[in-house]
């Protein structure tokens, strides 16, 4: 059995923490289901004009390959969520933000905030002192206003393409997801 607490430079492991709680598998499971690709396609594609780009900072820009990269950096599974969190929900609310509420695609974008939201309760049990220092410092990050020198274009439904595979591969194993 493990101890409850692990003390490590910059880091305090709780127990359980590592895995997924049944509310985080549930709102992800349904998170998942409105980012399937049909629905991606349609409201973050066709529904924009012909390279549409959403204007956010560097940061808000999370891959597979950040992930493995912090795997790798050992950072903690509920860190990496954590931030997958953070960055996910920044970028849903900045697409949702240039859209005018007449768009097709606000309500959409609204949906998915909403359940943003209710992940956001989940995670109000994590502290700051619960992630890695290198997580903690990238979530500051995201929501630093003098980072606008650090923006970048990125096209709407790549921000929701990477936020649903980076979703898939933390919550995948520990909500026990099929393949899909």
């Not at 492991?13 to 598998?25: F, I």
């Not at 940061?59 to 997958?84: C, D, H, M």
Request: charged share 25%; proline share 6%.
């Amino acid at each position: 059995l493990m101890p409850l607490a692990v003390a490590r430079p910059g880091v305090l492991a709780v127990l359980g923490l590592e895995a997924a709680a049944p509310g985080e598998c549930e709102l992800t499971r349904l998170l998942q289901d409105k980012l399937q690709y049909e629905m991606r396609l349609q409201y973050m594609k066709h529904y924009f004009p012909i390279d549409y780009m959403v204007q956010v900072q560097y940061e808000e820009v999370l891959r597979p390959a950040n992930i493995t990269r912090l795997r790798n950096g050992t950072v903690s599974e509920a860190a990496l969520r954590y931030l997958w969190f953070h960055v996910s929900s920044q970028a849903v609310l900045r697409i949702h933000e240039v859209l005018p509420e007449k768009h097709p695609s606000w309500k959409y974008t609204r949906e998915l905030c909403q359940l943003f939201d209710a992940l956001g309760k989940e995670y109000s049990k994590y502290r700051q002192t619960d992630v890695e220092t290198v997580v903690a410092d990238l979530v500051k990050l995201v929501y630093s206003a003098d980072a606008k020198s650090r923006r970048k274009a990125v096209r709407p439904k790549a921000l929701l393409d990477n936020c649903l595979k980076v979703m898939r591969m933390l919550y995948g194993a520990p909500c026990e997801w099929g393949p899909g």
